[in-house]
């Protein structure tokens, strides 16, 4: 038997509420709330169904849950409905993933205190007996406005390498100004590639120039443990890879401002 595993998709615009005053019901904008995985029970598949249906509405929540061939940690439906919370409409582009005794947020929300309010009410629900992944991020003004400092432009590299051109370290001096203009406390380099050549070269080279950028930014004032990097190779295309704009566009660099 495996452990019950449970996936809430959170697709809809959030709709902040706070407080015990937020109403029964929020209007959520398509598509829906997504309930997918396995769980071992009819009565736990209701009691989490409905949980939604309270926050969101009937006509807003899909349930795709399974039943049967999986074991739950004792309490586990206790511990998950609390998540359940009209908190949650708080969170845009959102998915709760718990396999057994692990759970995992992901998502946006609006403020840092947002972000601070939910995960506290989340750990506090669950108890010390559950590990909880927070990977909420906070994008509110900031990531707009390092977006926009970003748009348009491209941070380039000598071929095949993870050597900045000239050209890339002045687009690198205006995301700069950026960051110093809304300040974040961390902020999350992503690289990407297109599809030519061999895939696990690419996934290395990607994370060699997100670490690159990072250098960079250290060496010009940033702190070092304010910054993470991460390589996703060809496996996030933004175009397709059939034409040289397509994969032109794919070579990029992702800023991700988090609290």
Not at 114 to 139: K, W
Not at 155 to 167: N, Q, R, Y
């Amino acid at each position: 038997m495996t452990a019950t595993r449970l996936a809430l998709f959170i697709l809809g615009l959030a709709v902040p509420v706070m407080g015990d005053a937020a109403p029964a019901s929020v209007p959520l904008a398509t598509p829906p709330v997504v309930i997918s995985g396995t769980v071992p029970d009819e009565a736990t598949k209701a009691s989490l169904v409905e949980r939604l249906q309270a926050i969101y509405g009937k006509e807003h929540v899909v349930d795709e849950l399974a039943v049967g061939g999986v074991t739950a940690p004792p309490g586990w439906n206790i511990g998950i409905s609390k998540l359940l919370s009209r908190r949650l409409s708080a969170i845009s582009k959102g998915q709760i993933e718990a396999e057994g005794r692990q759970v995992t947020v992901h998502g946006e929300v609006a403020s840092a205190a947002m972000h601070q309010a939910i995960a506290g009410e989340f750990a506090g629900s669950l108890g010390a007996n559950y590990v909880l992944h927070d990977d909420l991020r906070v994008t509110a003004a900031s990531q707009d406005t390092l977006d926009r400092a970003l748009a348009g432009s491209t941070i380039e590299f000598e071929p095949g390498s993870a050597l900045l051109t000239d050209d890339g370290k002045q687009t690198l001096d205006g995301i700069i100004i950026a960051l110093r203009s809304v300040d974040p406390r961390k902020i999350e380099v992503i690289g990407h590639t297109d599809n030519i050549g061999d895939a696990a070269k690419n996934m290395a080279l990607s994370q060699a120039r997100a670490d690159s950028v990072k250098v960079y930014l250290v060496a010009r004032g940033m702190a070092p443990e304010r910054i993470r990097t991460s390589g996703m190779g060809e496996d996030q295309p933004i175009m397709p890879n059939t034409t040289e704009e397509g994969r032109r566009r794919n070579r990029r660099i992702e800023f991700r401002i988090s609290e």
